[in-house]
């Protein structure tokens, strides 16, 4: 199987699957004014928009959106993770004022990706090894919420964010590798089970 | 004076006992006395005494039903108030036919105290959604005194007459453990109508129908109820162990959800029904909707907060 496949695939499941519950999240947000709602749903959302323009990206390659892919997941996860720690009104208020700013400084980034350099290999690693790093620390924020209050969505959660670090973390051998496709294919594979799980855990829970 | 040597005697009394209380009951009735100071109706202290149990006890829901006399004369047995650890616990898990069955039980049979998995009090498909909200066991205790428990603490209970204290309290647990904090529950509870009959709370029998309004220096001391300042609360499980998009976070009354939109913190509820334009006596039905199921809470308009028996 291609790795451009698994990578395709990837994109479309994370960014119609993330847009999807990203509308649902912000809508209820819109009736309860939840400030967690809205960090987590908008986090979704640059997530399923980053997804699509690396989709898009493969089809015009002057679009160096790497930069953007990267960064914007990164940091989407990590507001993802605050959100999640913080207990406060007002941290949480804060939290979506930064990400508000943050996100504008993003969709810089993506307009000006056809002048941006090809993103470099050692970038790209601390990135993408950010990403995984991030999500293992939302797994196991997950894990011990299911420990306590043992629910099925905090489970499945857990799970999910699990599956998506490993995910990540498999794609890094290619960096710094020769060949390392193969592993780059099933770190993508693992990353589609993770999201599958995501919305199961929306779904179901 | 009399309140203060009555509390004076309350904690010599409780000091001559001390020797047998725990270090949770200890912290309890010191908390319960300082609390009782500022209420004003037995509604007001079951429902501290509940949200203490769910806090301290790790108790999920408590609840209290108490056997209540109409103007008809008619006993029946009604829910004065309850509490949820989870605020994002949908409503009708715990206050259906089945749990009212219960309550109507333990207070026929008089049961002290026990605690069962809801397996075997229940039908197997309230069991499944009990416990795929993690409540694996019921326990609870039955109460009787010799003492007069006031109606409730609305307009709609007005009418009723005062009756013999009989109270049933449930609680929904997570875990089996919870069964050692019974003997707790139940000597806070007596510790606390103790102190609810000194501090006027509850009434000797041999008053009868003619109940005393309160004092009206303790009335006076809360504001009127339209310039109480309802304030959002925040779930904290949101995200974290419920999941938003199960259907039950919503609020489900199409008018208490267009109220909860503009409640900011800062409106009293005369400004809110003059924004909605609606009048008082349509607004507090939604209120006390959004109060039980914990979307909001009430504030004076210097920051304090009022306890919910205010607004019934």
Known sequence: ?205 | MKNDRNVNADLVAFDAAQSRSTTDELIFITQLLRSTRTMFHIDELLFWLEGQFVQRLQMQVAQCWAVQLDQFGQQTLNMRSQVYRDPSLPVHIVTNDQVMLLAKRIALSHENSFFQPVDTLFSSYQTILLKRYGLHYCSGCFIQQNILLPPPNSDLAAQCLPVPLRLVLLFFVHHSSSQNTLPLVNAIVEQALRIAKDRHLLHPLYEGPRLLPPPSSQVASLPPLSELVPRRLESQELLRSSNPLSGSLAIADKKARYLYKYIDGRLTIDRLASLLHVSLAEILPLLRLLLAQKWIQLYTSDGRQVQSGALR
């Open chain 1, 1 to 205: 199987m291609p790795s451009s496949l698994t990578s395709n695939g990837l994109n479309i499941l994370l960014s119609l699957s993330f847009f999807f519950f990203a509308l649902r999240v912000l809508y209820l947000y819109i009736h309860i004014r939840s400030a967690r709602l809205f960090l987590f749903g908008f986090s979704m959302l640059v997530i399923s928009f980053t997804a699509a323009t690396d989709f898009v990206s493969g089809f015009f390659l002057f679009l160096h959106t790497d930069w953007f892919l990267f960064i914007g997941q990164a940091i989407s996860l990590l507001f993802v993770l605050f959100s999640l720690l913080r207990t406060f009104d007002r941290h949480l208020e804060l939290l979506i004022r930064v990400q508000l700013f943050v996100s504008a400084l993003l969709l810089l980034l993506l307009a000006f990706s056809p002048f941006l350099p090809t993103s470099s290999t050692p970038w790209l690693f601390c990135f993408s090894a950010a990403r995984s790093a991030i999500c293992f620390a939302i797994f196991f924020y997950y894990l011990s919420i299911f420990f306590h209050k043992d629910t099925r969505f905090s489970l499945l959660m857990s799970l999910a964010f699990f599956l998506l670090s490993l995910g990540y973390l498999l794609t890094l051998p290619r960096y710094v590798l020769p060949d390392a496709s193969l592993m780059d294919m099933v770190g993508d594979i693992v990353r589609v089970v993770g999201v599958l799980i995501l919305s199961l855990s929306f779904t179901i829970s």
